[in-house]
């Protein structure tokens, strides 16, 4: 009997060994640094704005960033850009495909970089914009739970930090009945979450506080009266009807236009347009579809 409890013994301690050495690998790779080519795409299109960048660095961040969205106009949409790895989460750009959320934050990000000396208007340069702006605190350690996967999370972190100021409310926002859950629900539509099932628990834990951070919007039938009083560049949030409650689904920029038509400007799934476009009116749009629920608004600041 002794014998046998030593040889379980062995084996149990074998075994941890094996899982310390695995853990010890996973580590190891989170902290390397991907690929150039697999974190940033479409460098001609970059060097192609950049060369533009002179008309549009004098502007105000607002109208700097629905600029250069509006040389974006046009880019294939293309989903999912930010899953670049199985298991390591870094700061990335895509200009060969954007998505709602790409769209906005290149744009915004881009026009960032536009503060800096010339010299800095690199894809390095840009990437630190989008790791300022996309993760929470600013910072990417290397880690899926790091990133800012919820518009509204988002949108309260880049307010903490004065990245942004949040106007929702002061332009006649209501509390709306809030619950995050689309990614725990829907986990095999995110290639970390299929290929790392330890991290939902963090993804469910995530999704608790954001949901405690409750939240805000402008109902669609209040926005045409408040269009007057939006920006171009300013960030909106769509929200949309979830059974008796309302989540975020899509986001794009305000964009004003020679007539003074405040109209949405985001990147548009295939089912529609299936690339970056300049739509329509913002309230014509919101009304286009009976799911929207009515917008969240962000106004860059620095």
């Given at each position: ?6 040889g379980?013994?062995?084996f ?8 310390l050495a695995v853990f010890v ?12 080519d ?6 001609a299109?970059?060097?192609?704005l ?5 008309q549009w ?10 600029a250069?969205?509006?040389a974006?106009?046009?880019t294939?949409y293309?989903?999912y850009t ?7 989460e ?6 060969l495909g ?11 990000g881009f ?7 010339r ?7 840009l ?6 702006d ?7 350690d ?10 509204e ?7 903490r930090?004065?990245?942004v ?5 002061s332009?006649g926002?209501v509390?709306?009945p ?5 990614m725990?629900v829907?986990?095999?539509?995110y ?13 469910r ?12 919007h402008?109902?669609?039938k ?8 939006l920006?171009?560049?300013?960030i909106i949030?769509?929200?949309t009807?979830?059974g ?5 689904s ?6 004003r236009?020679s ?6 400007m985001?990147?548009s ?7 970056v476009v ?11 579809f ?6 969240l ?6």
């Amino acid at each position: 009997m002794v014998a046998t409890l030593a040889g379980r013994a062995g084996f149990r301690l074998s075994r941890l060994f094996t899982v310390l050495a695995v853990f010890v690998c996973v580590a190891a790779t989170a902290s390397a640094s991907l690929p150039f080519d697999t974190v940033f795409k479409g460098k001609a299109k970059f060097d192609q704005l950049v060369s533009q960048a002179d008309q549009w660095k004098s502007l105000p961040l607002g109208e700097r960033t629905a600029a250069i969205g509006r040389a974006l106009v046009g880019t294939p949409y293309k989903g999912y850009t930010l899953e670049i790895h199985d298991h390591v989460e870094a700061p990335s750009v895509n200009f060969l495909g954007l998505d709602c959320w790409t769209f906005f934050e290149v744009a915004l990000g881009f026009s960032r970089m536009l503060e800096e000396p010339r010299e800095k208007w690199t894809p390095e340069t840009l990437l630190k914009y989008i790791e300022l702006d996309r993760y929470r605190g600013g910072d990417c350690d290397g880690g899926y739970l790091s990133r800012l996967h919820y518009l509204e999370e988002w949108l309260h972190d880049n307010s903490r930090r004065g990245l942004v100021s949040d106007l929702t409310r002061s332009l006649g926002g209501v509390r709306a009945p809030h619950s995050a859950v689309e990614m725990t629900v829907n986990w095999r539509s995110y290639r970390y979450l299929r290929n790392n099932p330890s991290l939902r628990a963090g993804i469910r834990s995530m999704e608790r506080r954001v949901t405690d951070l409750g939240m805000y919007h402008i109902p669609k039938k209040r926005v045409a009266a408040i269009e007057s009083k939006l920006r171009s560049g300013d960030i909106i949030g769509i929200t949309t009807h979830d059974g008796k409650l309302i989540g975020t689904s899509h986001v794009g920029l305000a964009y004003r236009d020679s007539d003074g038509v405040l109209r949405f400007m985001h990147a548009s799934a295939p089912r529609n347009h299936g690339k970056v476009v300049l739509d329509s009116r913002l309230s014509d749009y919101l009304n286009r579809f009976k799911s929207n629920a009515g917008i969240l608004v962000a106004r860059p600041v620095k």
